[in-house]
């Protein structure tokens, strides 16, 4: 057996919550999942082991999101356990006790902006964002990249990591013009602070295992390997599955073992993916024998055809293609700042952003300072149709003097009754502070 | 009058008891080339005088299975594993006469692939041309559909003196353990037959009417002649009578507690929650084959009253060997009772003997005797305590799979510790004051494991999956495959398994004043397809727990 690795499992079904009775984010999501993890008997093979999740804490939340009106008020005891169940995972590896670990957990996380005003996409706070920020408070700060393996596009991680030099997202999923959320192109590249450390690629639905291999192989691998990370991190929704009834692609259980033995991160965090007879049980069996460096070969689903799931002749050709241009505007990355920048000193994007769980829209008007030495200090306007106006100043890890400077300025200057704000929030990630007025 | 005997590796015992107290007790050393003399002569012995008549039970706790296992003692089994899709053919080979066949359920127990008759008809009579009597079948998910498991068993069963189907071994999911527990199951079925056999024939010579009971992992019992084609649930049993001897000794119940017994060689260790002690969650580990096996959670450490003191770099160093009995017994090294017995907390064997091996420590560490004593007792206690409490902590960390046992499931939180075995007076108070434990050192104690034997009850447990929207109930342990109404609830499934698990009880030889039933596992889903929910996927697992026949411990006649 080539490559055995000690692999932690996180496993937490969660059998007692849902959104609601039928909705697809609901108690028996991980019901056959467990079935086949036990009956294969995985968790007596020595090199994986079971951890129990630990909770996430209200600092860990308000160390990454802008929660109105507070993170009380918009997570549940789940959201604690599944952010603590990748916490928990980061743990084991960071400490050294496995090479890897899988948090199977739920619900979700990679919808959840930076600011929460309630439920978007099944996701209320970005469970990958709150663990990695609780590893940079604890063991220092890493470079990290997070791939997105969910079928929908993660806007939310990509939000929260628009402007940070540090960590790189690439996020793989159908096309945005086909599916929600709608967003993910590539020309969504970063903020001008962080250009080429966000990277999208839209795939055309019916993509099959060899579409998705050859992105990784060909794009997200090259990637890794220019950007160096300390960490890198799956974001492992198993939506892209050819059984999955709410996508259109055709994704297999070995395509996943396969993507993960290649990837080989030292984290994956279960995501989305709602086929819970078809494919979960399958795939995740497969992602958890290809972390542990464990045989995966007989892997397949009851169904499984491999004839019926080919992709056809011209999706090839587009996947080559769009890898090719994405590829040229990576190598580009750091010529496009000037143009992008034309000498101002603040970039500014304003949005509306909807939070279809919740049925919430939120308007927001987002600043970042332009910034040669950090991730740039950023200021938020958000209102939301709940009535809330919130106001936020934000220092990023690793901020420069004049950023920490201008940032903290910026708050003491806020006045909250002119503004018509109902709170406002100040963030510190190098202090870990987290003020609310 | 109920017969308790415990055949043990070194000793074995028997114990009868009139009106639940210890009538007659008796020892003789333990036969292992042929347990059965032992058994036999034993039962002799202590009936001797006796009437056969007034006999109302025997219960035997033996290593008979454990031994053949742990010493390769096993027959030649062959293996029809109808695999499926999942993990590696080869990791899933127990032994050189595996054959994988087609045939493959899935998870909910509906046929993806069947069984080929020809190719099954073919591996068994190859495996019959070597020479193979015995003849395992293990599916995949087959406690969810015992359907192939069954077909490939009829079809080969004419080849082979007995066929092991693996639904049978337990209601549990694992498909690894269940090709272990079916393969050990069969490997040892000839000789636990012989036993069986042996000791009907010796009670129908002598007269013994009373239904007699083997003592199974899990401390229960089952009767003799339903035991015979379950010969695997026999394995370890030890640990188990050593269990139900503390609990029937002394009233473990109203807090969670310690059960310990320290013997020469080795510590084993169990925990009781409220009185019951608890079960591996899976099943046991027999010679690195882990099985479905329902047993005690034990752990046994290498460290007893005789195991050796050495100095190595400075560290003081106990067991895990034993080279002998205590230097204040004749043993030719220094051992934890010889520091007892410098300590004064024991006034057994030569003093002199004692002192002089501590001492040979004590010039080591560059110390005085006593203190050289004090380090020895302590380190021991240490070593003892730092074990129960791994013990602990790794049940409280164990998974959950629901929030409300995460944030509220109830932690083990032992405040008594019941400990039997030579070294235990002098132990005791040291070792409750580092677990925080009230001490109890029941009485009879050298007589506990027969004790225990003598009055464990008969366990069994049922495993129930519904699915309404088909109309399906399985109860994996009794091969049970039934059609229900879609609209049955919860209550209805549970009313069934509770009837089967009473049934199943009875044939196993439990009396009707013990069937005490509880549900271990309660767990309902929807099953929806699109966004309407179709049904409800019932899950239930009912048992009747470790513990001791009626009319004894709490509320009994015993005072």
Known sequence: ?437 | MILGIDVGGTHTDAVLLENFKVKKKTKVPTNQLHLVSSLIGVMDEILRDEDAAAIERVVFSTTLSTNAIVQGKIDRVGMLVASGPGLAPEALRVNDDTRFVAGYMSNRGIEVAPVKKGEIAAAAAELKGAGIGHLGVVGKFSTRNPAHENEIGEVARGDFRHVSLGHRMSGNLNFRRRIATTYLNASIFDLYSRFVGEILEFAARTGLKAPIYILKADGGTFEIRQSADQPVQTILSGPAASVMGIMSLADCSGSDAIAMDMGGTTTDIALLADGVPLLEPLGVTIEGHKTLIRGLKTRSIGLGGDSRVRVDKGELCIGPRREGPAAAFGGPFPTPTDAMIVLGLTEIGDRAKAEEAVAEIAGKMNTTVPEAARLIFEKACQVVASAVSAMIEEINNKPVYTIHELLEGKKLAPARLFIVGGPAAAVAPRLGEILGCQVVIPQDAEVANAFGAALARTTAEVTMLAETERGSLTIAEEGLQMKIPNHFTRKDILRIGMEKLRERARKLGAREADIEVEIVEDQEFNMVRGFYTTGKNIRLKAQIKPGLIARFGKGGERS
């Not at chain 1, 978007?120 to 990290?144: L, P, Q, S």
């Not at chain 1, 086929?275 to 689903?301: C, F, K, Q, T």
């Not at chain 1, 030495?373 to 939301?384: K, P, T, V």
């Open chain 1, 1 to 437: 057996m080539k490559g055995l690795k000690k692999t932690g499992l996180i496993f937490f079904p969660a059998f007692d919550w849902a959104i609601s009775p039928t909705h697809p984010e609901r108690e028996e999501r991980l019901l056959y999942t467990q079935d086949q993890v036990f009956e294969e008997g995985l968790l007596d093979f020595e090199n994986i082991v079971e951890y129990k999740p630990g909770l996430a804490t209200i600092e860990d939340i308000n160390r990454i999101h802008i929660c109105v009106p507070d993170a009380k008020s918009v997570i549940t005891e789940s959201h604690l356990i599944s952010a603590g169940g990748a916490i928990t995972a980061a743990e084991k590896v960071l400490a050294g006790e496995v090479d890897n670990a899988f948090a199977l957990v739920r619900p979700p996380g990679h919808h959840a902006m930076r600011v929460v005003h309630g439920a978007r996409g099944f996701c209320n706070i970005n469970i990958e964002a709150v663990m990695i920020e609780h590893f940079r408070r604890k063991y220092g700060h890493k470079r990290v990249a997070v791939i997105d393996t969910d079928c929908h596009h993660g806007d939310g991680t990509q939000d929260i990591y628009w402007h940070d030099p540090d960590t790189l997202y690439i996020s793989i999923h159908q096309d945005g013009r086909t599916l929600y959320p709608g967003s993910g192109f590539p020309d969504e590249f970063g903020g001008p602070n962080a250009l080429g450390t966000t990277i999208n690629v839209p795939l055309p639905p019916e993509t099959s295992d060899e579409g998705f291999l050859y992105v990784l192989e060909e794009l997200i691998l090259p990637i890794i390997g220019e950007f160096k990370p300390d960490l890198v991190i799956n974001s492992a929704g198993q939506d892209n599955h050819y059984t999955d009834p709410i996508t259109n692609m055709r994704f297999s259980a070995q395509g996943y073992a396969r993507l993960n033995e290649l990837l080989n991160p030292h984290i994956a965090v279960l995501e989305g993916g709602y086929s819970i007879e078809g494919a979960l049980p399958y795939v995740n069996v497969g992602i958890i024998l290809a972390m542990a460096g464990l045989d995966y070969s007989h892997v397949r689903e009851p169904d499984f055809n491999p004839e019926s799931l080919r992709q056809s002749g011209e999706i090839t050709k587009y996947i080559r293609e769009t890898t090719k241009d994405i590829l040229d505007l990576w190598k580009k990355r750091e010529s496009f700042k000037a143009g992008i920048v034309k000498g101002a000193k603040y970039a500014r994007r304003n949005r509306n952003i909807y939070y279809d769980t919740d049925g919430i829209r939120e308007q927001q008007e987002e600043t970042v300072r332009i910034c040669d030495d950090c991730g740039g200090f950023i200021a938020i306007d958000s209102m939301a149709s709940t009535g809330n106006r919130i106001f936020a100043v934000i220092i990023p890890s690793r901020s420069c003097d004049l950023c920490r400077l201008e940032g903290e300025r910026a708050f003491a200057s806020i006045n909250k009754a002119k503004l018509g704000a109902h709170y406002l929030f100040f963030q510190d990630r190098d202090r870990d502070v987290f003020v609310v007025k």
